[in-house]
């Protein structure tokens, strides 16, 4: 069974949104999440954007108005992920949305045209 919308970008090509992070007025969550589909309804790649290595550890104080205060700040890459062997692949390394989106519009064609399986919907098999 497959979680998730299928892509409106990509539509025929088995890549379905699970979660397009917490500004999505679709489908929010904490962060980018999308997959590949095979002919078996098995995920054959995973797209997400994971927290990465913390570049500012920030600082947390009791006093309101602090001016020391300041959330920490992380790289937020967006890999591959190849279920089979857990590898994963680092595509961007370091994505927000104030890079716009061309850089993930551009990516997402990428990865589709490499790893997308088409005709992978399983209302189209042909009995």
Known sequence: MREGQESTRHPGLGVYALCLGPQSPTLPGERLQLVIYDHD???????EQKRGACLDEGWVSFFANDPRSRPAKFLWPIVDIDPATNTETVLHPDYSTTLGMEPYYQLLAE????????????????D
């Open 41 to 47: 309804d098995r995920v054959a790649r995973r797209l």
């Open 111 to 126: 990865w589709v045209a490499k790893y997308g399986v088409p005709d992978a919907d399983p209302s189209a098999k042909a």
